[in-house]
């Protein structure tokens, strides 16, 4: 919560500091990495299909398919946007448990989430996997597919 705080008191928004808190344990880290580009196209990305699935779990995967996956070309980009899925899903995962989360900003999306979305456990579980499989020189859309079909399992 120190680094947080503290990276809130360098000017950097609430919800870069309480994301960025995980990846970095320096305020100075947090600010050198808030405005780069890899940091801000994931997390917009990552967001973005948080507020699909909000919608419907064919809408998420319909926006991994058509836009993250043509988006993110790299395994740094397509790393770090699992990355960020984790720790938002994690949150989400705590707030269904009653447990205190580190991430307030999006309070009113993961209290959603975890009360419409039945497999949060699995998608969270996907997305650990699927990270762990980006080094094995699969296709990264193939990759995101992946997790998108996760989202679809749990209509099923």
């Known amino acids: 919560e120190n680094v947080i705080n503290e ?3 360098k000017g950097i928004a609430e919800d870069d500091a309480q994301l960025l808190s995980f990846f970095y344990t320096d305020a100075s ?3 050198k990495y808030v405005d780069e580009g890899d940091y801000l196209y994931s997390k ?3 967001l973005s299909t948080i507020e699909s699935l909000l919608k419907s779990s064919r809408e998420a995967a319909f926006y991994i398919q ?4 043509t988006k993110l070309k790299t395994k740094e980009q397509v790393r770090f946007y699992l990355d960020i899925l984790q720790v938002l899903f994690s949150e989400i995962l705590k707030i269904k448990s ?7 900003s999006y309070d009113r999306i993961f209290k959603e989430l975890s009360s419409k979305v ?4 699995d998608i969270l579980q996907e997305i650990m996997i699927t990270r762990g499989r980006i080094d ?3 296709s990264l859309g193939s990759l995101l597919d992946h997790i998108a079909f996760t989202f679809i399992k749990g209509d099923e």
């Open 98 to 104: 009653n447990a205190s989360t580190i991430i307030t």
């Open 118 to 121: 039945s497999n949060i456990e």
């Open 7 to 9: 990276a809130i008191e």
């Open 29 to 31: 880290l947090i600010d």
């Open 66 to 69: 058509s836009v993250v996956s």
């Open 44 to 46: 917009e990305y990552a």
């Open 136 to 138: 094995l020189n699969l």
